[in-house]
C-alpha cells in the first residue's frame, strides 16, 4: 500500500479546492509593501487577515534593533537553549517579560506552538487530568497528546460544563490542570477567565492560559484577557506568542510557581530546538518597548475593529462574535465560503479561509483580523470592496 | 442493575445507536459493528461532538485518549460501558 493512500480523501477534497479557488492554504506574498499590503499575483492587496494587530513589522525602532542584533550576533545561535543556544539577549528578553507580566519566571520558546507544547509537556505526565476547551488550538491538543495524560474536553467557553467535569472526578487525587485561551482564534470570541478562575479555584485544580492572540489585545497594559478580568494573580501558567502582536517569531510562558524553572530541563520543546535567532529576540524586546510606550497602537487597533465589525454587519455580513480584533465571517458550506475568498482576493483583499477541521462545529469562515495600522483609507476600502462582492457571496451563502 | 451484562450491553448499544440516529443520513440499521466513518461518515469533527452528547447523556468522561480508538458503534459501548463502571 502506498505510504499515502490514507490520505487519498484529502488529497481529492484538496484538489477540488484547488480547482475552484487556487491554493486558499499556500498564497504566496510576492513582496510586501507594509504591515497592511503585500503583492500577491502581481496585485496590490489589502492584508486583512495577517493577525498583526499592533502593526509592529515594519516599525522601525523594531527593525533597527533587530538589525543591529544580527551584526552583533549574527543570523542565528545554532544550537538550543541546554547548549550553546542561551545569549544575553535570551536572559534579558525572558526578564522583561516576566516584568511585563509581572510573574516570577518567564521562558522563551521557539514558537508559540512550541510555548503550549512545551510548557503542557512540562507540567503535566501521565498520571495527571488535563480538562482543555473543546475549542483549543491545535498546539494545544498537540501538547495534551505529548504529555500522556487523560485529556478531557468540555463545552466551549463553558464554566458550568467544565465544573460537572471537575466534579465528576472529584474524589480522584490526580492533579488537574485546565487549559482556555484569551481570545479564540476562529471566532475571535473572549474566555471569561474571572469565572474559569472561581471553578478552578473550587476544585483545586491548576488554570493555565493561552493568550496568543490576546496579548498586545487586551487589558489595560495589553497583558491579555486575564488583565482586563482583573484575575491575573489566580492564573497559575500563562503562554503567549510573539508571532502576532509582536510581529516576530517565538512564544513564552510565565509563572509565579517557584518550581516553574524546571521546564527548562524537563520540556523537550525547549531543550531540543535551536533557540530564537538574536534578531528575534531584539525585535520581540523592542516590540515589546512599543506595546507599552504607546497604548494608542490599542485603542486604534479596538476603534478600527469595531469600525469594520458594524460596517460588515451592516453589508449582512454574520459576524461569529462580538467586535474584536478578530472577524469572523460564517459561510453557508465550502464551496460559498471558497468562492467568497477568491472573490475578495480578485478584489485585493486578503482574509484567512477556514474550514473544518480546522474550525469550531465544522463551520465555514472567512476570517479577518484588523491591525491598528490599517488607515482610515483602507477600512473604507475594505469595506467597499466588501460590499461589492456581497451580493455575490451572499447570493452564494443564501443558495447553499 | 439484574439483568445479565450481555442484557446490559444490548440497552447501552440500543441507546448509543438512538443517540446516532442523528447522524444516520441514509437510514442503515445500526448495529454494534457499524463503523461510525466509513458506514455513518461521521468526521473527526461530528465525532467529538457525538462524544460530548454521548458524555451528557450517561453522565461520564470520555477522554481524548480513549476517544481516539473508537472506530465501531461496539467500540464506543465498549468505551461507554468501562467508563460507567468507574
Ligand atoms: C491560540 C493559539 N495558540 C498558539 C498559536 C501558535 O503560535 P505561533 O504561530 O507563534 O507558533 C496560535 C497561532 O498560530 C494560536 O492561535
Known amino acids: ?63 533597527e534593533q533587530s538589525a543591529a542584533a544580527v551584526r552583533e550576533q549574527g543570523t542565528g545561535t545554532t544550537g538550543s537553549r541546554i547548549a550553546n543556544g542561551t545569549y544575553k539577549s535570551h536572559r534579558d528578553l525572558e526578564t522583561e517579560i516576566a516584568g511585563y507580566l509581572g510573574k516570577r519566571t518567564a521562558l522563551v520558546f521557539s514558537t508559540g506552538y512550541q510555548a503550549n507544547l512545551g510548557t503542557l509537556v512540562g507540567l503535566a505526565g501521565p498520571d495527571d487530568i488535563i480538562l482543555i476547551d473543546a475549542d483549543s488550538h491545535a498546539s494545544i491538543y498537540d501538547g495534551c497528546k505529548l504529555t500522556g495524560a487523560t485529556v478531557i474536553r468540555f463545552r466551549h467557553n463553558n464554566p458550568a460544563d467544565l465544573d460537572k467535569r471537575l466534579a465528576r472526578i472529584e474524589n480522584k487525587e490526580q492533579v488537574k490542570l485546565v487549559v482556555v485561551e484569551g481570545i479564540y482564534s476562529m471566532f475571535g470570541d473572549m474566555a471569561p477567565i474571572a469565572e474559569f478562575v472561581d471553578v478552578k479555584k473550587r476544585h483545586g485544580a491548576f488554570l493555565m492560559v493561552d493568550e496568543a492572540h490576546s496579548f498586545g489585545v487586551s487589558g489595560d497594559h495589553g497583558r491579555g484577557v486575564a488583565e482586563a478580568e482583573g484575575v491575573e494573580a489566580d492564573v497559575d501558567f500563562v503562554v503567549g506568542t510573539f508571532s502576532k502582536s509582536l510581529g516576530a517569531i517565538g512564544g513564552y510562558a510565565a509563572s509565579d510557581h517557584p518550581d516553574f524553572d524546571t521546564l527548562r530541563f524537563v520540556s523537550r520543546p525547549y531543550m531540543f530546538t535551536a533557540s530564537p535567532s538574536p534578531a528575534t529576540a531584539a525585535s520581540v524586546r523592542a516590540a515589546l518597548e512599543c506595546m507599552r510606550d504607546r497604548p494608542e497602537l490599542r485603542t486604534r487597533l479596538w476603534e478600527n475593529a ?12 454574520e459576524t461569529c462574535s ?17 468562492t467568497a475568498w477568491r472573490r475578495l482576493l480578485d478584489h485585493g483583499i486578503y482574509v484567512n479561509l477556514a474550514v473544518p477541521p480546522g474550525t469550531p462545529n465544522g463551520v465555514c469562515l472567512l476570517r479577518c483580523s484588523v491591525s491598528a495600522a490599517h488607515s482610515n483609507a483602507q477600512i473604507d476600502e475594505i469595506l467597499r470592496r466588501f460590499g461589492e462582492v456581497a451580493s455575490e ?8 | 442493575m439484574t439483568s445479565s451484562p450481555e442484557n446490559h450491553r444490548d440497552a447501552l448499544t440500543g441507546k448509543v445507536a438512538e443517540l446516532l440516529e442523528r447522524y444516520n443520513k441514509t437510514g442503515i440499521a445500526v448495529t454494534a459493528d457499524t463503523d461510525l466513518s466509513a458506514d455513518l461518515d461521521i468526521d473527526s469533527v461530528s465525532a ?29 459501548v465498549a468505551v461507554v460501558e468501562q467508563q460507567l463502571g468507574g
Open chain 1, 1 to 63: 500500500m502506498d505510504i499515502f493512500e490514507k490520505y487519498r480523501g484529502l488529497i481529492a477534497r484538496h484538489d477540488r479546492m484547488l480547482e475552484a479557488a487556487g491554493d486558499p492554504f499556500n498564497v504566496c506574498m510576492e513582496r510586501l509593501i507594509s504591515p497592511t499590503e503585500a503583492i500577491i499575483d502581481g496585485k496590490r492587496t489589502i492584508l486583512f487577515g495577517t493577525n498583526n494587530y499592533l502593526g509592529l513589522t515594519f516599525d522601525p525602532h523594531c527593525i
Open chain 1, 306 to 317: 469595531r469600525r469594520i465589525h458594524q460596517g460588515l454587519e451592516a453589508l449582512g455580513f
Open chain 1, 322 to 338: 462580538p467586535a474584536s480584533p478578530i472577524i469572523a465571517l460564517r459561510m453557508s458550506d465550502e464551496v460559498a465560503a471558497l
Open chain 1, 393 to 400: 457571496i451572499l447570493t452564494v451563502a443564501d443558495a447553499g
Open chain 2, 48 to 76: 467529538m461532538d457525538l462524544i460530548m452528547e454521548i458524555e451528557d447523556h450517561f453522565d461520564i468522561d470520555i477522554p481524548v485518549n480513549m476517544a481516539a480508538d473508537i472506530r465501531k458503534v461496539g467500540d464506543l
